[in-house]
C-alpha cells in the first residue's frame, strides 16, 4: 500500500491537483534538508565521486555492456526493413513528423509547393538545437540504412575492444541512437537502459584497461623503456621519477575518474526504486503479478501451465512479494556502499555542531516525508474500504505513529551499532556486530544483487524480454571495483587453464593481478583547493529562491538565469581557491588511516566541472521519475512536477536520458491480446497474414529466439500504453504498401486491424482445474473486435514512385499517390521573426566560459608544476 503512495493514479483527481503546490513546497523543503546534510558531508561526497581509481571495472564494463548493445540493435534484424526505412512503417517525411516535428519545422518535404531541405539558416539551427539527431530521417532507403547499420556495428566492435576507444566510443553512441531516434514503436525499457548507460560509459575513461589501446601504450612504453612490468620496479604499478628512471616508469593501469562508475550505480538504483515504486495495483499487492507475467502466450519460452498450476498460488506469490520490495527498496545498497566507503576512508568527525546539525537534516526529511505522505492519504484511501482493508480514519490514526516508530529503529539502531557495537561469540570466533557487518550482510551487494541475479536469472529461463535482462546484469559489474574485477577474471582464467584453454603464464602460475597506478606517484592530482562550505550554502539559496520566484511571481526571471548564476559565482570562487591555495598538496600517506590517499581525479576546474554535472544530472533525473501524480501536479504544464523539469529538460532530451521504468505496471496484463490483420485484395479475397502468436507458426515452443513484432503488435492493437490508436491508421496504410511491392505493384482494396483477445484463469482457477491449453482457451474464449479499418486509397497508403523505381515496379501516374502535406513553409514564414536573429548572448557565454576555462586550466597546470618543482 505505502508504494501506491509513491504510483500513479488513472483518474485526475481535482483536490490533488489543488493541494500538488503544497505538496511541492514540502518535497522542496525534503530537499533542502537532503542537499544541507549533504553540504555537512562535502568531503565525504569529494572522496566518493572526485576521487581516482582503478580502470579495470569501466574497462570490464565496456567489453560486457558494448557486446550486449552490438546483440540488442542485431536482435531487431527481423525488422530493420519495417522500423527504420522507408519501405517500413513511416515514409522519411512522415518519421521527421512524428518523431521530430518541432526539429524539422524549418525543412521543406518536397511535396508541391514546398521545396525541399532547409528552407533558411534559421531552420538550420532550429535542427540543430535537437534532441534527435539521426541520418535515418534524411535518407532512409534500405542501402541508407545498411550504410548507418555497417557503420555502427564496425564503431561497437571497436570500442568493444578498446581499438581507438576515445574515438568510437562517442561513435557507437551517435550511430545507436541514430538508428533507434528513426522509429519508436518498439520501445520498451530496454532502450532505456541502453540509451543511459551508454551515455555514462562514453563518459567515462574505459579504455585505460583490457584494450588494444592500453596494450598498444603499454607496447610502445615497453620500447621506450618506460613501463613499469610485473617483475621490475613498481611491479607495474609505476614509478616517480628518479636518478636511475629519470622520466619515471609508468603502470600498466592508470587511474581514471570515479564518477561515470557513480552514477551508474545511481542510475540503477533509480530504476529498480522506479519500477518498483509504480507496480502499485492490486495484482501485485496480492502476489499474482509473477503468476500473470509468466502466463502471457507473447513472453514464455516454454508453456508455463504445469507450472502454473503447482506454484500458482504459492512458490510465485513469494517470488512476487520478494521481488516488488527488492525493487523498491534497491537504493539501500546505495546506503549500504556509502556508510561502509565513509568508515573506510575514516574521514575527519564533523564538529559536534554540525554533527546536530546532519542529524536534525535527517530528522527533518523523515518528518517532511511523513507530512507528504499524510496528507496525500486521502487520495488513495478510500473512506469506505473494502472488505478485510484498513479504511482512511484508521490509516490516519496509525500511520503517524508507525513512520515515528520507525524513524525511531532506524537512529537508534545505528547509533546502536555505530557507537556500541555488540558482539557474539560463534564456534569459539568473537564477532562484532556492528555497522560494518550491518551494511555488509543486510545493505551489502552480497544480498541485494544476489537477489537481482536470481531474479533475472529466473526472467532469462522462463521468459523471453529479449536483450533487457542482460544489459541490467551488465550494469551490476558497476558496484565492484577493479581489484575485485581484477581477482574475478584471474579466478576465471585459473579454471580455463585447467580445462587445457590458452591462458597468459603469469595466470597459470597462480600469480597475484598487477595493481593499478601507484597513487602517491607525484603526477597525479592531490591540490588543497576545495570549495568553501559558504559558497555552497549560497548556491542552495540561491537555487532556493530562484524556484520561489519562478513559481509565485511574475518577474519573468527564467530558470537558465538561476542557473547561470550559480554556475558563474561558483566558478568564480573556485578559480579563486584554485590560486590561493591550488599549489599547496595534501599528504600522500592518509594521516589518520596510515594508508595511501586516493588522488584526485583532475585538478581544481575538472573536480568543479564534474561536481557540477553529477549534482546536476542526478538531479534532473530525480525531478524526471517523480510519479505523474496529481497530487503531484499531474501531467499539465501548469502543474509543478512539469515545471520542475524544465532547467532540466533541454539536457535530459538531448542527452537521450529521458527515462521511464513502468513494467508491468500498475498491473500485469490479464488477458492475452493479439493483433490480426486481414487484406482484401482487388479481387475482393480476404488473406489473414497470421502476423501473431495466436497461429501455431509464430509460436515456437520452445522459443529460444526473439522478436520485438510481438510488443509492436500489442502497442498497436491497444494491449499497452504508446498512442495505440494512432499507430494503427500509419501500420494499415504500410499493409497496403507493402502488399503492392510484394504482389507486382498491385495494391490491395483495404486492410482491417482485429484485436483478439482471452482472460488468462486466476491462479486459484488453474491449482483446482489444473493447467489449461491456450490454443484450446483462445478458440473457446476467444474475444474479436474490429478495431481498424484502413482504406488503400489514404494517405500514404499507397507505394510511392521513388520505392517503385527502385524495384522495378510500374509507377504510379500523377495523382495517384496521396502524401501528406503538411505546409511546413507557410507555418515556418510565419513563425520565423521578420530578421534573422543572431544569438549573440548565447556565443558571447561561451566565448567568456571556453576563455575562463582555458585560463583556469592552465592555473591548475602552473599549480602543479609549482608543488613539483618545490617538492623535487
Known amino acids: 500500500m505505502l508504494l501506491g503512495l509513491l504510483a500513479d493514479e488513472r483518474i485526475p483527481n481535482a483536490e490533488a491537483l489543488a493541494l500538488s503546490p503544497t505538496v511541492g513546497w ?51 534484424s527481423d525488422l530493420f526493413i519495417y522500423l527504420f526505412t ?14 521530430a516535428k518541432e526539429q524539422f519545422a524549418g525543412f521543406g518535404d518536397g511535396i508541391d509547393p514546398e521545396p525541399y531541405g532547409f528552407f533558411d539558416w534559421g531552420g538550420v539551427v532550429e535542427w540543430l538545437k535537437g534532441p534527435k539527431y539521426s541520418p535515418l530521417f534524411f535518407w532512409d532507403s534500405p542501402t541508407a540504412f545498411w550504410i548507418v547499420l555497417g557503420a555502427f556495428e564496425v564503431a561497437c566492435v571497436c570500442m568493444i575492444v578498446g581499438f581507438k576507444t576515445n574515438i568510437t566510443k562517442w561513435l557507437t553512441l551517435i550511430l545507436f541512437h541514430g538508428i533507434i531516434l528513426r522509429n519508436q514503436v518498439f520501445w520498451e525499457g530496454t532502450e532505456n537502459v541502453y540509451r543511459c548507460f551508454l551515455l555514462y560509459l562514453c563518459m567515462s575513461r574505459c579504455g585505460a584497461a583490457y584494450s588494444v589501446d592500453n596494450w598498444l601504450r603499454c607496447r610502445r612504453l615497453r620500447k621506450q623503456g618506460r613501463l613499469s612490468e610485473r617483475d621490475g620496479p ?29 552514477i551508474m550505480i545511481l542510475q540503477l538504483a533509480a530504476l529498480y526504486c522506479s519500477t518498483g515504486t509504480v507496480k502499485n495495483g492490486d495484482i501485485w499487492a496480492k502476489g499474482d503479478a509473477f503468476y500473470y507475467a509468466l502466463n502471457l502466450d507473447h513472453f514464455y519460452r516454454f508453456e508455463p501451465q504445469q507450472l502454473s498450476a503447482v506454484f500458482g498460488t504459492n512458490l510465485f506469490r513469494l517470488n512476487t512479494i520478494v521481488t516488488h520490495y527488492w525493487e523498491a527498496l534497491f537504493p539501500l545498497v546505495v546506503l549500504g556502499l556509502v556508510v561502509r566507503f565513509v568508515r573506510r576512508e575514516q574521514l575527519p568527525p564533523l564538529p559536534e555542531w554540525q554533527r546536530w546539525a546532519v542529524r536534525a537534516c535527517w530528522l527533518g526529511l523523515g518528518l517532511v516525508g511523513l507530512v507528504v505522505v499524510y496528507i496525500t492519504l486521502p487520495f488513495h484511501i478510500p473512506a469506505q474500504p473494502r472488505a478485510g482493508m484498513a479504511g482512511l480514519a484508521s490509516w490516519q490514526r496509525w500511520f503517524p505513529v508507525v513512520w515515528l516508530a520507525g524513524m525511531a529503529v532506524i537512529g537508534g539502531l545505528f547509533y546502536w551499532l555505530g557507537r556500541r557495537p555488540p558482539t557474539v561469540t560463534f564456534r569459539g570466533r568473537r564477532h562484532t556486530l556492528d555497522l560494518d557487518w550491518f551494511c555488509t550482510w543486510f545493505l551489502g551487494r552480497r544480498l541485494w544483487l544476489g537477489l537481482g541475479l536470481i531474479f533475472h536469472a529466473h526472467l532469462i529461463v522462463m521468459m523471453n524480454i529479449g536483450w533487457f535482462t542482460p544489459a541490467t546484469m551488465a550494469t551490476y559489474i558497476a558496484f565492484l571495483n577493479g581489484s575485485e574485477v581484477a581477482f574475478l577474471l584471474r579466478a576465471i582464467g585459473e579454471r580455463l587453464g585447467r580445462l587445457g ?45 530562484g524556484v520561489y520566484v519562478v513559481a509565485e511571481t511574475d518577474l519573468g526571471i527564467p530558470w537558465a538565469a538561476t542557473g547561470a548564476v550559480i554556475f558563474a559565482g561558483l566558478a568564480v570562487i ?35 566541472l564534474a561536481g557540477a554535472f553529477v549534482v546536476y544530472h542526478c538531479t534532473g533525473v530525480a525531478i524526471w521519475l517523480l510519479p505523474e501524480k496529481d497530487s503531484l501536479g499531474g501531467e499539465g504544464k501548469d502543474g509543478w512536477r512539469v515545471r520542475a523539469q524544465d532547467p532540466f529538460k533541454w539536457w535530459i532530451r538531448t542527452s537521450q536520458t529521458a527515462q ?38 509464430n509460436k515456437p515452443i520452445p522459443w529460444l529466439g526473439y522478436t520485438r513484432q510481438r510488443k509492436i503488435n500489442r502497442r498497436i492493437i491497444g494491449g499497452e500504453g504508446g498512442k495505440g490508436e494512432w499507430y494503427q491508421k500509419w501500420h494499415a496504410r504500410w499493409v497496403c504498401r507493402d502488399w503492392a511491392l510484394k504482389h507486382g505493384g498491385q495494391a490491395p482494396k483495404k486492410v482491417e486491424l482485429y484485436k483478439l483477445s482471452y ?16 490454443e484450446e482457451r483462445l478458440a473457446a474464449n476467444r474475444f474479436r473486435k474490429l478495431v481498424y479499418t484502413g482504406e488503400c486509397t489514404d494517405i500514404n497508403a499507397q507505394l510511392p514512385n521513388t520505392i517503385r523505381a527502385r524495384h522495378g515496379l510500374p509507377l504510379l501516374a500523377p ?34 566560459v571556453g576563455a575562463a576555462g582555458l585560463r583556469w586550466r592552465q592555473l591548475d597546470r602552473d599549480n602543479k608544476r609549482r608543488a613539483m618543482a618545490e617538492k623535487t
Request: hydrophobic share 45%; charged share 20%.
Open 759 to 774: 482472460t488468462i484463469p486466476t491462479p486459484e482457477e488453474v491449482a483446482k482445474n489444473g493447467p489449461y491449453k491456450p
Open 815 to 848: 495523382g495517384e499517390f496521396r502524401p501528406w502535406v503538411k505546409n511546413h513553409l507557410n507555418a515556418w514564414n510565419k513563425k520565423k521573426p521578420k530578421s534573422q536573429q543572431i544569438p549573440w548572448t548565447v556565443l558571447v557565454s561561451v566565448l567568456v
Open 234 to 262: 613498481g611491479a607495474g604499478a609505476g614509478v616517480a621519477p628518479s636518478a636511475e628512471h629519470p622520466q619515471g616508469l609508468e603502470a600498466v593501469y592508470r587511474l581514471i575518474p570515479a564518477w561515470p562508475r557513480m
Open 660 to 697: 521511464g521504468w513502468k513494467m508491468f505496471a500498475p498491473n500485469p496484463p490479464r488477458s492475452n491480446i493479439f493483433m490480426q490483420v486481414i487484406v482484401t485484395d482487388h479481387d475482393g479475397n480476404a488473406y489473414d497474414l497470421n502476423t501473431d502468436v495466436y497461429h501455431p507458426a
Open 501 to 545: 584453454l590458452p591462458v597468459p603464464k603469469d595466470i597459470t602460475r597462480g600469480d597475484a593481478p598487477l595493481p593499478a597506478e601507484d597513487p602517491t606517484l607525484p603526477h597525479l592530482h592531490r591540490d588543497a583547493a576545495a570549495m568553501p562550505a559558504w559558497a555552497l550554502w549560497g548556491a542552495l539559496a540561491v537555487a532556493v529562491g
Open 574 to 608: 573556485g578559480f579563486s581557491v584554485a590560486q590561493r591555495r591550488g599549489a599547496e598538496q595534501l599528504p600522500t600517506v592518509d594521516p589518520r588511516t596510515g594508508r595511501p590517499r586516493r588522488p584526485w581525479a583532475y585538478g581544481s576546474m575538472g573536480r568543479f
Open 26 to 76: 514540502w518535497m522542496l523543503l525534503g530537499f533542502v534538508f537532503f542537499v544541507s546534510a549533504c553540504i555537512f558531508h562535502r568531503e565525504a561526497f569529494r572522496r566518493l565521486f572526485l576521487r581516482a581509481e582503478d580502470p579495470r571495472t569501466m574497462g570490464l564494463f565496456r567489453i560486457v555492456f558494448g557486446l550486449v548493445t552490438l546483440f540488442n540493435i542485431n536482435g531487431l
Open 86 to 99: 522507408d519501405e517500413g512503417l513511416f515514409l522519411t517525411d512522415v518519421a521527421r513528423e512524428v518523431f
